[in-house]
């Protein structure tokens, strides 16, 4: 069913790309970050959209037919489609002022944070009972409901940090995703259908993914990783992505407390494009750093002696 996903992924993102393009969903390039990327202006984004409904027309068919695992996979499938919606919120208002000629209008934090915090509370209070305790023992039902909406949260919106580059997210995350394959369905079926999503999204990119998707991914690694592996094992395997938002607090905080910046541009992909690396050379080597850290992960769960 893996490839059943990849096919309806490729056919679903190709069909968005040619209804964006004949209504005019393009994105806006921002004007002050690396000059490659104006080329970029008016591309198709929020393509997560199509790899996201493939992904659910295949899952739950699987699940009332009881081919698609049980509770644990339902509720992160629920957790992603939840947190999607939120990316998918914010992914439409930005097209519509686009369209509009109005300034940028997105969630604001204060609106999309408690949202995401909600939606991470309620995984995490069903999830807690269920979480895999193999190398770290349970800290207690509220302290674990606690942990877990944070994990869930931090890691939705690191993701959503990690996009950005042509490819870049869609390989992350599915290298991130690829010591759970046996264990999750929805992780290997979200791996199929970014394998969809990439046949586009490879650079050049012909669509973006915008944050419906990286939203989904986020919530799907998260609770991958949380039901079937060890919490404390994902920042190891999604590397990328917790330097990527560390960056952007770095950033903030700097520019902040000493009206100074650390970096060139925050995410930290931008910092190195803006140093002189191509685009595709920082997102294969961020492939590489990340295939590093979830062989190390593989190791922990003891993948090989």
């Keep these: ?26 994105q806006p390039v921002r004007q002050d970050g690396p000059q490659t990327h104006l080329v970029k202006e008016g591309t198709p984004t929020a393509g997560g959209v199509a790899f996201v409904l493939a992904l659910a027309l295949v899952f739950f068919p699987l699940y009332f037919t009881g081919h698609g695992g049980g509770q644990r996979e339902l509720l992160i499938m629920l957790a992603a489609l939840a947190m999607g919606v939120i990316g998918g919120i914010d992914d439409w208002l930005k097209i519509q002022s686009r369209m509009r000629g109005q300034g940028k209008k997105e969630l604001l934090a204060r609106e999309k944070f408690p949202l995401q915090f909600l939606v991470g509370l309620v995984f995490a209070w069903f999830a807690a009972p269920l ?11 509220g302290l674990d409901v606690a942990l877990l909406t944070l994990v869930m949260v931090g890691s939705v919106n690191a993701f959503n940090f990690t996009d950005g580059l042509d490819g870049l997210l869609g390989g ?13 369905p929805v992780s290997a079926l979200l791996v199929g259908a970014l394998l ?3 046949w586009f999204n490879a650079h050049p990119a012909r669509v973006f993914m915008g944050d419906m998707g990286s939203h989904a991914i986020g919530a ?18 999604a590397i990328i992505p917790v330097v990527a938002v560390l960056s952007v607090v770095i950033q903030v905080a700097s520019f902040k407390l000493r009206g100074k910046r650390i970096f060139r541009m925050s995410p930290i992909q931008h910092h190195f494009e803006l140093s002189g690396w191509p685009e595709t050379h920082v997102t294969l080597r961020f492939w590489v750093i990340t295939a590093v850290a979830t062989a ?7 993948g090989w002696p």
């Design 131 to 141: 979480a895999s305790h193999e190398l770290v023992p349970s800290l207690g039902r």
């Design 172 to 184: 992350v995350a599915m290298i991130v995703l690829l010591p759970l394959l046996a264990l999750s």
């Design 1 to 26: 069913m893996v490839m059943v996903t990849a096919l309806l992924s490729w056919f679903l993102v190709g069909l968005f790309i040619r209804a964006s393009k004949a209504r005019g969903w393009g």
């Design 296 to 302: 190390a992960v593989w190791r922990l769960l003891g």
């Design 196 to 198: 969809g999503f990439l």
């Design 220 to 237: 799907v690694a998260a609770g991958a990783y949380i039901l079937y592996a060890d919490v404390w094992l994902l920042p190891l395997a």
